[in-house]
Nanobody, 124 residues
Framework: QVQLVESGGGLVQAGGSLRLSCAAS????????MGWFRQAPGKERLFVVG????????SYADSVKGRFTISRDNAKNTVYLQMNSLKPEDTVVYYC?????????????????WGQGTQVTVSS
């Protein structure tokens, strides 16, 4: 099975950018469709973006469309989330997830593997 570790979170001013990374070990990420989710305290984990196993298909939540970009580098066993034009409402914990399917899912319950999360804080 695969282990996932997120990094790249931190504090940024509104309008700024961050790039999150999700590094995999134990197995090649090329075997998994990937997703990024985010979760506020006491709330459900929400879909942000998904990318198919091949990287050929992506889907974004309306709230991040045009601002966030997902990419994957299977040679580095890493998935990235480039976040631009950040807003205070983007302040939550971000998680990457993996599933042994060719396509991504929109529901957190459909993913088998999760990282520990990375905090993103956007100040106004």
């Amino acid at each position: 099975q695969v282990q996932l570790v997120e990094s790249g979170g931190g504090l940024v001013q509104a309008g700024g950018s961050l790039r999150l990374s999700c590094a995999a070990s134990g197995r090649s990420l090329s075997s998994y469709a990937m997703g990024w989710f985010r979760q506020a305290p006491g709330k459900e984990r929400l879909f942000v973006v998904g990318i198919s196993r091949s990287g050929g298909r992506t889907s974004y939540a309306d709230s991040v469309k045009g601002r966030f970009t997902i990419s994957r580098d299977n040679a580095k066993n890493t998935v990235y989330l480039q976040m631009n034009s950040l807003k205070p409402e983007d302040t939550v914990v971000y998680y990457c997830a993996a599933d042994e399917s060719s396509g991504y899912y929109y529901s957190a319950r459909d993913y088998d593997y999760w990282g520990q999360g990375t905090q993103v804080t956007v100040s106004s």
